[in-house]
Each structure stands twice: as C-alpha cells, then as structure tokens.
C-alpha cells in the first residue's frame, strides 16, 4: 500500500506539554526545509503572512500556479508551505485529467470541524475545499457532476483493481473525470485525507484535500524512494 502512515508528529508541539506545567510550549520555528522545498518547485509565493495556528504559513500567488488556485470569496491562497508543496506533487493527476484551475472556498480558517470541538486541518493551513475543477474545454461542479459509490471509495486500495472498480460505472465523461480525480489522488501520498460527497453531506459539493504535517519530512525518506507517489 502506497499511502504511508502519518506519524504521531501531528501536533508535536501539544505532545511536548507536559500535564501540569502553565507555561505554554515555545512555538515551533517556521520548516526551513518545506520552503527549501517549495522554492526549488519555481512556485511563486510569499512567506507568511503569520495565521494563528500555522506553522508555516505562505501565500501562493494563485494565477501563477498550475492548477490556477481560483478563490471564491476572493481570498488570498493562505496555507501551511506543507499544503502548497502537497499541491505541487499532485500536479501530475492534476494534469493527467487536463485540469488547470481549481475554484476554492477555503485554504486557512481558524475554525473547528463541522459538529465537533476539534480543530480543524484548516485551522493548521493544511487543507483546502476545492468546489470545482476546470479544464481546458470544460468545468468539472462537484455539487452537480459527482456521481457517489460510497462503497467502492471506503474500500478504495491500490491494486486488486481499486481504482478501476473506485471510478467504473460512472455515467458521465464528467462524473468519470471527478470519480477519477478523487480516486487517483487518494491512491498518491500527496494528501493523507480526501473526503468526497461519497463520505457525508457536509461534502456534498467539494473535495476537502488534507496534506500531512510532516509530507516533505516523508518525501526526503527512504520509504518516499521505494514508494515515489
Ligand atoms: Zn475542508
């Protein structure tokens, strides 16, 4: 299996305070190497501004990035450099489906998960909710061209023919190429979480894409060289 686990670096700032202690764990210095990592892509982008719960917080200039990042609410493309360099590495699928631009309606938000107390990845820059992906000739509108299997996402592995039994059966060369889409860039280690309209409502009309913490610590692994995703 190709995905790899995260680590239990998630967080590892909350896993250095130790119970009892009242002084708040120093923050965690900016990842030099994730944005060694983002410069040596040629991506153009600016570091910071600082976001509140974002270790490394860059902002991609979105009409020169490929896929284009397209705001809805004219938003600046706010993230953690892990998430930018996430986006980088999925280029190929990206690309493999003729998709230049995805429309978005949030990277960073401080918030919590829907229904829950938890924060959420936004809240650490680290995902993004993509609404609909362009092509050259056509959109792609999850809310409307999404056709759900939610039997053959939850049981999605690589090999035993996963991904074809993941997109087979779709109806339209639109719900083909979304189904596609989803299913190629869960089988990548570019985003440890993907949750689709197959997975709840709240989802119905985006892709929530979620890189690890840790991705480029992962990509500069021996395990990332026996496993190139
Ligand atoms: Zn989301």
């Given at each position: 299996m190709r995905?790899?686990?995260?680590?239990?670096?998630?967080?590892?700032?909350?896993?250095?305070?130790?119970?009892?202690?009242a002084s708040a764990p120093p923050p965690v210095?900016?990842?030099?190497?994730?944005?060694?990592?983002?410069?040596?892509?040629g991506v153009d982008f600016a570091e910071g501004p600082d976001l509140k719960g974002v270790r490394t917080p860059v902002t991609l200039n979105g009409d020169r990035f490929s896929p284009r990042l397209k705001a809805r609410a004219g938003r600046p493309a706010e993230m953690?450099?892990?998430l930018a360099v996430a986006l980088v590495e999925a280029r190929p699928i990206f690309q493999s489906y003729g998709i230049t631009e995805l429309d978005?309606?949030?990277?960073?938000?401080y918030r919590n998960r829907r229904h829950s107390a938890k924060l959420?990845?936004?809240?650490?820059?680290?995902?993004?909710?993509?609404?609909?992906?362009?092509?050259?000739?056509?959109?792609?509108v999850v809310a409307s061209s999404f056709e759900r299997r939610p039997a053959a996402w939850r049981t999605l592995e690589l090999g035993r023919g996963g991904l074809r039994d993941c997109v087979a059966d779709a109806r339209t060369a639109r719900g083909r190429t979304l189904r596609g889409l989803a299913c190629r860039l869960r089988l990548e280690n570019a985003f440890r979480i993907i949750i689709t309209p197959d997975d709840n409502w709240d989802h119905h009309d985006h892709f929530h894409l979620?890189?690890?913490?840790?991705?480029?610590?992962?990509?500069?692994?021996?395990?990332?060289?026996?496993?190139p995703g």
């Open positions: 995905r790899f686990l995260v680590m239990a670096a998630v967080g590892g700032a909350a896993a250095s305070t130790v119970a009892g202690c210095p900016p990842d030099q190497g994730c944005l060694a990592v983002l410069r040596s892509r953690d450099c892990q978005f309606s949030g990277a960073y938000d959420s990845a936004h809240a650490a820059g680290l995902a993004i909710d993509v609404h609909v992906f362009h092509g050259n000739a056509r959109q792609y979620e890189a690890p913490p840790n991705f480029t610590d992962w990509m500069s692994s021996p395990m990332a060289a026996r496993n």
